[in-house]
Nanobody, 128 residues
Framework: QLQLVESGGGLVQPGGSLRLSCAAS????????IGWFRQAPGKEREGVSC????????EYADSVKGRFTISKDNVQNTVYLQMNSLKPEDTAVYYC?????????????????????WGQGTQVTVSS
């Protein structure tokens, strides 16, 4: 059974850092692009960052460029989101999603509707 499990969320002060993990089971990340999304109370889910199946292509939302870094470990079948210089407005539930990548194609997308599989989410709270 295909499953994504997020971890690494928590409470951090403004300016602090967290590293989120998205562990995949039941399938290989070699054939999927992975995206990180977040949803704050009362707001729609929004794309934060994504990485192609091969790991060479990435995309970031303007709000996190220069602060967040996405990476992929194919051996561990895990995608990471390193979040630095966190701000209160980064507070949200963070989700990872997977979208199938056809052979020889490069897929990076921050569009929520294009993702097929989702994890359960992990809470990130940035507050003093």
């Amino acid at each position: 059974q295909l499953q994504l499990v997020e971890s690494g969320g928590g409470l951090v002060q403004p300016g602090g850092s967290l590293r989120l993990s998205c562990a995949a089971s039941g399938f290989s990340l070699d054939h999927y692009a992975i995206g990180w999304f977040r949803q704050a109370p009362g707001k729609e889910r929004e794309g934060v960052s994504c990485i192609s199946s091969g790991g060479a292509n990435t995309e970031y939302a303007d709000s996190v460029k220069g602060r967040f870094t996405i990476s992929k470990d194919n051996v561990q079948n895990t995608v990471y989101l390193q979040m630095n210089s966190l701000k209160p407005e980064d507070t949200a539930v963070y989700y990872c999603g997977a979208v199938t990548t056809p052979p020889l194609e490069i897929v990076t997308t921050l569009k929520v509707y294009e993702y097929e599989y989702w994890g359960q989410g992990t809470q990130v709270t940035v507050s003093s």
